[in-house]
């Protein structure tokens, strides 16, 4: 249902209909969309705006600034730092809530910058912290984007380890979409390989 409305890009019935999802189903559908490079660019643009005050929608947002073009702007990073920001001083409030969300948008703009070593520092803070909160699917996300991180420089072998790990992850939560998005991206490093 969300789904239709992200693609028409319909803001305010977008913030209608999310105030009547839960805030699991909102998750769930941002997570297994991601593959979808239209769906990135719409939140990234949503966040932009600044009429989307959810924290979740943020935190998609600032990871989505990421990954919704192949250009990366200066706007991308600071929209992204923005969202930093909002887990910081929500993270004052409840830092085992917010943790691992701080540390995945900081190792996204470490890789996104060339910082490949403060980027991999990040990203396993962010999987260790996810995993401390009890946060399967974040865990998940932050394994599958620390995976990319790794094989974008050449790292096949810790990069297949973490989709391994993201995989367990999503089949614990029960994302058919995600497990069957790291299975595929799984068999391509296989057949690379072999």
Request: proline share 1%; hydrophobic share 40%.
């Amino acid at each position: 249902m969300i789904d239709a409305y992200i693609m028409q890009k319909d803001l305010r019935h977008l913030v209608s209909v999310s105030v009547n999802i839960t805030w699991t189903k909102l998750h769930s559908t941002i997570i297994q969309c991601w593959p979808t490079s239209h769906h990135r660019s719409v939140i990234c643009y949503y966040l932009d705006i600044g009429q989307l005050k959810s924290i979740m929608i943020i935190f998609y947002g600032g990871l989505s600034c990421f990954h919704s073009s192949r250009k990366r702007s200066k706007k991308h990073t600071k929209l992204a730092k923005q969202a930093i920001n909002v887990m910081r001083e929500k993270g004052g409030e409840s830092s085992w809530n917010y943790l691992n969300k701080i540390h995945l948008l900081e190792a996204e703009i470490f890789s996104a910058t060339g910082k490949k070593d403060h980027a991999k520092v990040s990203f396993n803070a962010a999987i260790s912290a996810a995993r401390s909160s009890k946060f399967i699917h974040e865990q998940g996300l932050a394994c599958e984007l620390a995976a990319l991180h790794c094989l974008k420089h050449g790292d096949n072998e810790d990069g297949s380890n973490l989709l391994e790990q993201a995989l367990e992850c999503y089949t614990k939560w029960g994302s058919q979409v995600k497990i069957d998005s790291i299975t595929k991206q799984l068999e391509k490093i296989a057949a690379k390989a072999g």
